[in-house]
C-alpha cells in the first residue's frame, strides 16, 4: 500500500484552515493499541477526518495449523487467540467438534464448563475495564481489576494448573474433575466481588471527566452495529437485546436466570454500562451455578482417536468480546478438513474507522479501548 | 495436507457409507441444537430413533419453506439445500451471490451478516466454496449460503449487501486467492503485500514457503 | 584592615550568599525532585493496593539514586531527522527556566537567592513561564508527529490557563500590595489571615490552572501516554529526558511554592500571630519525631543487615531533624534569657518547615488528584479554560475589588475582612455554577449535530 494514502477517504479533504492533513502513524508499538494494532490516522489538526487499521502484525496461521492437527492437537491453539478469555475460546472449539461428532457434554461437564466461562468472561471483561480506563487516563482502576482477576486466575490455576492459556476442557467434557474447594472458592469470589464493581463505579460512573470523555464517543447506532457485523457488548450497546448466551443456549446457559444488559445509544459510555452491568450478571451465573452442581461423568464417550463422519457445522458461543464462531468441516479423517474461526475482535474492530470519524486523537483511544479487541484473536 | 491423497467429499454429497467405525451414530443427537434448522417442515431426523442402527445419512435435503421461496424466486440459481446436523445450508449459484444475499437480507431477515469464508477442495472442478453463515435476528435462526467457484472466477462482492463482508472478503482474498467482483479495496489484510502465494489453499506448501521466505528476508538456506 | 574586612563581608553578603543558595539549590534539587518521585510512586501505590519500589534499599527509599544513575548511563539517542542543536537545546531552556523561577522563591524570611526583587512574583511566573519554549522547541525539533502534537497541545494549554492563573494571582496581590515576595508574606503576617481564606475562589483557580500549567493529570495531555506516547518527550532519552523531568517537577515546586507564598502565608505558621495558639510550634519537631519511631520500629523487620543500617540512619536523621527544630522552641522555655537570641533562629528554621511543608500538601494534592481522575480531552480542556476558569477568576478579580473598596470604606482588616469577602466569594462561587449549568446547556444542544457518514 502506498504509505500516504487511506483507503476509502478520497484524495484530498478540507480541512479547517486549508492545510496540509497530517498522517499519524498510531502503532503497531504505541501503549494503548492493546497489542500490535497500527492504525493510520488523518487528521486534521487533532480532528481525525480518515483512518484505516493495518492488522496482521500477530497472524499465526491459525486456520493452517487446523488442518494439520488431530482435533485434540489443536485445542490448546484456540486458547492462543484471545488470550485473556482463554477459557471461552476452548469451550467453543470444543463444543463445535461435539457437535460435527454429535456427541454431547455430560451434564456436570457443562455445569462446570459454565462456571469456569463466565469466571473468564469477568476476567476479560476486568482487563477491559482496567485498560480501558488507563487509556482514558485513569490509572487506578487498572490495579483493581487486575487484584480481582488475580483471584480468578488462581481458581483456573488450582482447576487445570495453568492461569492464562488453560486448555481447560477437552472435546467430550473434561480432562479434570473439578477440584474440591471449587464451589467454595467461586463462592468467595463472588462474594467479595460484588462491593469492588461498586468500588469501580465510584471511580469512574459518575466522574465528570469520565462522561466527558465516554458520552457521545464513537456512536454506533443498532442499523450500523448490524451492518458492521459488530457483536457482544458493542452491539448490545448499541440498544439490540441479543446474547448467544439466551438466544441458542449451549454449555448449560439456559437453566441459569440473567439478565442480557442492553444500552440505548450506542457510545462508549452505553458499552461501558453494558460490560460493567455483563460483570454482574456473569457473577449471578457462577453464583446459581455453583448451587447444585449434578454429580456424573465428566467426559462423554469419544474414542481416543476422533473421526468425525464427514460433514461440516458451524457453532458459535457468546465470547467476552462477541460472537466466537467455529466452523469445522471434517472429511472423515482424523484432522479437520478446515477449521474457520470467526474472531468477534476482528469483525468489530471493522466498526472502528466508522466510529472514529470526525473525533479527536484523543478519542481514537478511547474507541479502540471500547471496541476490547485482543490482537491475537483479530491477526490469529 | 499439502496434496490430499484422498478424494474429497464435497459435502453436498450424501456421505452415508462411511461413518461406520466412528463413534457417533448410537449416542443421542445434540438436544440442545441451535435453533438453525428452520423450525417448520423439517425432514425426517437422521439417526432420531435409537432401536435401529442404520447408517447415518447427515446431508439431507432440506425443503422447508424458506427453501421454496428462494426456489421460487431464484429457480435454477438455487443449486442444492442440504441440511447438516441440523444446519441449512444453501448452495447457489456463483454469479448470483449478491443478488441472493440481498434477498436474503431484506426479504428473509437475514440481517446479520456472521461470517464469510471459503473452503478449498482442491479435486473439484470448481475448486472453492465461499461459505457466508447468516443470522436472523427476528426469527432467531441461522443459515448458511455457499457459492461455488473456479480458481480465478470472479465472485461477486456482498460488502454492499452486509458491509461487514468487507474485511471478511478481504481475508478470504488474501487467504485463497478469490476475487470478490466489486469490492471497494480488495488487498490483503493479515499477510504482508508482498506474500507470495495463498496459504489456506490446499496445495500451498508451507515449508518452501517458509524456506524462500528465510531465503530472501534472512539470507541463509533454512530455517527448519 | 578593618574596613577591607567589612568590605568583604558586605561583599559576601550581597553576592555569595545568593549564591551559594543558588548552588545548593541547582546541586540538591535533582535529589529532591528524585525523592519526590519516589514519594509520588509510594503515594500511588498505596492508592492502587500495591507496595511501589521495595527493592532498592529499605522501603525502596534509594531507588531515585538507582534511577538516576541508570538515567545517566542509558545511551544519549538524537534522532537522525532531528534538528541536533535545537534538540540539544531544547531540554537545557526547560530546566534552566524551572531552576531560574526558583530564584525568586523564599523558602524563609532569610533564603532567599534573588532578594528584594520588587517584581518577585512576577518574576517567578514570568520565568517559570519560559519553561514552554524548552517543550515547545524540543517537540518540534525531533521530527516526529506525536512530538509535535505534544509540544503544540502543552503551549495551547499554557496561554491558556496562564490568563486564568495570572488573574487568580492578581486577586492576592490585591490584599497583599505588593509583588516583592518577602513582603507578600509579612502582608499575611501583619493581616493576621492568609489570602487563600480571603480569596478561595481565587485559590482554587489557580489550583486547577498551576495543575494545567505544569502539565499534570488531569491536564497532562502534552504528554498523554495513552494518546501521544509521551507527547513532546517521545524522541528523548536518558540524560536529556530526565532533564524534562527534572524542569516538570521543578515546575510543580515552583507553583506550589507560588500558592504558598501568596496564598497560604509562605512561611508563617498557622495562626502566627495568635499567642495562645504557640503549641502548634510543638507540630514540627513532633512530626518528624514520630516519623523517626516509626523508622525506628520498621528497623528489625528489613530483612538485610545493610538495610537495618540504613532504616536506623533515616530514623537518627529524623530524630537530628526533630532536635532542630525543636530547639529554637524550646530554649526560650528553658533559658528565657535567650529568646531573643534564638529568635532568628526559630523564624529560619520554623518558616523552613511550614513553607516545605505547604508546598507537599500542596504537591500531594497534585498527586492525589493524578491517581483519581481520568483525563481530560483536549476541546474539553480549552472549554473548561475559556468557558470557565477565565471568566470565573476574572468576575472572581472584580468582585475580590468591590469587596475590598468595601472594607477599605468600613475599615475592615485582618479576619474582620471576611465580612467583605465572604459574600464576594459566595457570588463567585454561584456565578461559576451558572456558567457551568450554561455550558452544558450549550453543549447538549449541540451533540446531536454529528453528521451521519457512510461506512468507510
Known amino acids: 500500500m502506498a504509505s500516504n494514502t487511506i483507503a476509502g477517504t478520497g484524495e484530498k479533504q478540507q480541512t479547517l484552515l486549508g492545510a496540509d492533513e497530517l498522517i499519524l502513524n498510531m502503532g503497531p508499538q504505541h501503549p494503548s493499541t492493546h497489542g500490535v494494532l497500527r492504525v493510520k490516522l488523518k487528521l486534521d489538526g487533532e480532528r481525525v477526518i480518515g483512518s484505516e487499521c493495518l492488522i496482521g502484525y500477530l497472524h499465526r496461521g491459525v486456520e493452517k495449523i487446523a488442518e494439520n492437527r488431530t482435533y485434540q492437537q489443536f485445542a490448546p491453539y484456540v486458547d492462543r487467540m484471545d488470550y485473556v478469555a482463554a477459557v471461552s475460546n476452548g469451550l467453543g472449539y470444543c463444543e463445535a467438534v461435539e457437535k460435527l461428532l454429535m456427541v454431547e457434554a455430560p451434564p456436570r461437564a457443562r455445569v462446570i464448563r459454565t462456571i469456569l466461562t463466565e469466571l473468564q468472561r469477568i476476567a476479560s471483561h476486568l482487563l477491559w475495564l482496567g485498560t480501558h480506563a488507563l487509556d482514558i487516563g485513569a490509572l487506578t482502576p487498572l490495579f483493581y481489576c487486575f487484584r480481582e482477576r488475580e483471584e480468578i486466575l488462581k481458581i483456573f490455576e488450582k482447576y487445570c494448573g495453568a492461569r492464562l492459556t488453560t486448555h481447560a476442557f477437552r472435546i467430550g467434557g473434561l480432562q479434570y474433575e473439578a477440584h474440591d474447594t471449587l464451589e467454595k472458592d467461586v463462592e468467595r469470589f463472588c462474594k467479595a466481588f460484588e462491593p469492588r464493581i461498586k468500588d469501580y463505579e465510584d471511580l469512574l460512573t459518575q466522574n465528570r471527566i469520565w462522561l466527558g470523555r465516554t458520552k457521545g464517543v464513537g456512536i454506533l447506532q443498532a442499523a450500523d452495529a448490524i451492518a458492521l457485523g459488530a457483536t457482544g457488548p458493542v452491539l448490545r450497546a448499541s440498544g439490540v437485546k441479543w446474547d448467544i448466551r439466551k438466544a441458542m443456549p449451549y454449555a448449560a446457559y439456559d437453566q441459569y436466570k440473567f439478565e442480557i444488559p442492553v444500552g440505548a445509544t450506542g457510545d462508549t459510555y452505553d458499552r461501558y454500562m453494558v460490560r460493567m452491568e455483563e460483570m454482574r450478571q456473569s457473577r449471578l451465573i457462577c453464583l446459581q451455578a455453583i448451587e447444585n452442581i449434578p454429580a456424573g461423568p465428566i467426559m462423554a464417550k469419544v474414542g481416543k482417536v476422533l473421526k468425525p463422519p464427514p460433514g461440516e457445522v458451524y457453532h458459535s458461543i457468546e465470547a467476552p468480546k462477541g460472537e466466537l464462531g467455529y466452523y469445522v468441516i471434517s472429511d472423515g479423517t482424523v484432522q479437520p478438513y478446515r477449521v474457520r474461526i470467526r474472531p468477534p475482535s476482528f469483525v468489530n474492530l471493522q466498526s472502528f474507522d466508522h466510529m472514529v470519524k470526525g473525533h479527536l486523537v484523543a478519542d481514537v483511544v478511547a474507541i479502540i479501548g471500547t471496541l476490547d479487541i485482543v490482537l491475537g484473536e483479530v491477526d490469529r | ?224 | 584592615m578593618q574596613e577591607v574586612t567589612q568590605a568583604t563581608m558586605e561583599f559576601m553578603k550581597q553576592y555569595w550568599a545568593p549564591l551559594v543558595c543558588g548552588l545548593a539549590i541547582v546541586a540538591v534539587l535533582p535529589l529532591i525532585v528524585g525523592y519526590v518521585v519516589l514519594v509520588e510512586r509510594k503515594i500511588m501505590a498505596d492508592m492502587q493496593a500495591r507496595l511501589g519500589p521495595m527493592r532498592v534499599g529499605p522501603h525502596g527509599l534509594l531507588q531515585p539514586i538507582a534511577d538516576a544513575v541508570k538515567l545517566l548511563i542509558k545511551e544519549d539517542i538524537i534522532p537522525d531527522d532531528a534538528d541536533k542543536l535545537v534538540f540539544w537545546l531544547a531540554p537545557v531552556l526547560s530546566v534552566g527556566a524551572a531552576l531560574l523561577a526558583m530564584a525568586g522563591l523564599a523558602i524563609g524570611p532569610a533564603f532567599q537567592i534573588a532578594q528584594d526583587i520588587n517584581v518577585g512574583i512576577l518574576f517567578v511566573v514570568g520565568v517559570s513561564a519560559m519553561g514552554i519554549f524548552g517543550i515547545v522547541l524540543g517537540g518540534w525539533a525531533s521530527n516526529s508527529h506525536y512530538s509535535l502534537m505534544g509540544a503544540l497541545r502543552s503551549s495551547a494549554q499554557l496561554v491558556s490557563y496562564e490568563t486564568a492563573a495570572g488573574m487568580a494571582l492578581v486577586c492576592g496581590l490585591l490584599f497583599a500590595g505588593t509583588l516583592n515576595v518577602t513582603s507578600i508574606v509579612e502582608a499575611q503576617r501583619n493581616q493576621g489571615i492568609w489570602f487563600g481564606l480571603l480569596a478561595p475562589v481565587a485559590l482554587f483557580t489557580y489550583l486547577v490552572a498551576s495543575i494545567a500549567e505544569t502539565n499534570r493529570a488531569p491536564f497532562d495531555l502534552p504528554e498523554a501516554e495513552s494518546e501521544l506516547v509521551a507527547g513532546y518527550m517521545t524522541e528523548f532519552s536518558g540524560f536529556r529526558w530526565s532533564l524534562y523531568f527534572l524542569a516538570e517537577y521543578t515546575n510543580m515546586i515552583v507553583v506550589a511554592s507560588v500558592a504558598t507564598t501568596l496564598f497560604l502565608g509562605g512561611w508563617l505558621r498557622p495562626f502566627s500571630e495568635t499567642r495562645w495558639l504557640n503549641f502548634i510550634d510543638f507540630f514540627p519537631p513532633l512530626l518528624t519525631a514520630v516519623i523517626g519511631v516509626y523508622c525506628l520500629m520498621r528497623t528489625p523487620k528489613q530483612p538485610a543487615r545493610v538495610q537495618q543500617l540504613f532504616m536506623l540512619a533515616v530514623a537518627g536523621l529524623c530524630f537530628a531533624v526533630a532536635a532542630v527544630l525543636a530547639s529554637p522552641v524550646l530554649v526560650p522555655i528553658a533559658k528565657p534569657s535567650l529568646a531573643a537570641a534564638v529568635r532568628p533562629f526559630y523564624a529560619g528554621i520554623h518558616g523552613g518547615f511550614w513553607f516545605i511543608f505547604k508546598v507537599s500538601a500542596y504537591i500531594y494534592f497534585f498527586m492525589w488528584l493524578r491517581f483519581t481522575l481520568p483525563r481530560y480531552r483536549f476541546d474539553q480542556l480549552m472549554r473548561l479554560g475559556w468557558h470557565f476558569l477565565i471568566p470565573l477568576s476574572i468576575i472572581n478579580v472584580l468582585l475580590i475589588g468591590i469587596a475590598m473598596i468595601v472594607g477599605v470604606y468600613y475599615h475592615l482588616n485582618g479576619w474582620r475582612l471576611l465580612l467583605a469577602t465572604l459574600p464576594a466569594s459566595i457570588m463567585a462561587l454561584i456565578i461559576a455554577l451558572f456558567i457551568l449549568a450554561l455550558d452544558q446547556k450549550g453543549e447538549a444542544q449541540k451533540a446531536p449535530s454529528r453528521a451521519p457518514d457512510s461506512y468507510a
Not at chain 2, 116 to 140: G, I
Request: hydrophobic share 40%; aromatic share 8%; glycine share 6%.
Open chain 2, 1 to 224: 495436507m499439502a496434496d490430499e491423497p484422498k478424494e474429497q467429499q464435497p459435502s453436498g454429497v450424501p456421505a452415508g457409507d462411511k461413518p461406520a467405525g466412528s463413534s457417533a451414530p448410537t449416542s443421542t443427537p445434540p438436544a440442545k441444537a441451535p435453533a438453525a434448522a428452520p423450525p417448520a417442515a423439517a425432514p425426517p431426523k437422521p439417526a432420531a430413533p435409537p432401536p435401529p442402527k442404520p447408517p447415518v445419512q447427515l446431508q439431507t435435503p432440506l425443503n422447508n419453506e424458506l427453501v421454496g421461496r428462494v426456489r421460487a424466486k431464484f429457480a435454477a440459481a438455487l443449486l442444492e439445500a442440504i441440511e447438516d446436523r441440523k444446519q441449512a445450508i444453501l448452495t447457489v449459484e456463483c454469479g448470483r451471490l449478491a443478488e441472493v444475499a440481498q434477498y436474503l437480507r431484506d426479504e428473509e431477515k437475514f440481517d446479520l451478516l456472521s461470517d464469510l469464508t471459503a473452503v478449498d477442495w482442491p479435486r473439484r472442478e470448481k475448486r472453492f466454496d465461499v461459505v457466508l453463515n447468516l443470522y436472523s435476528f427476528a426469527k432467531n435462526e441461522r443459515l448458511r449460503v455457499k457459492a461455488r467457484a473456479g480458481d480465478g472466477e470472479q465472485v461477486p462482492s456482498v460488502a454492499g449487501v452486509w458491509p461487514t463482508a468487507n474485511w471478511l472478503e478481504r481475508e478470504a482474498f488474501d487467504m485463497f486467492g478469490i476475487i470478490f467482483a466489486g469490492h471497494p479495496n480488495l488487498t490483503r489484510i493479515l499477510l504482508p503485500d508482498e506474500w507470495q502465494g495463498y496459504p489456506l489453499r490446499k496445495d500451498y506448501d508451507i515449508i518452501e514457503q517458509d524456506t524462500s521466505w528465510v531465503k530472501e528476508n534472512l539470507g541463509i538456506e533454512s530455517g527448519q
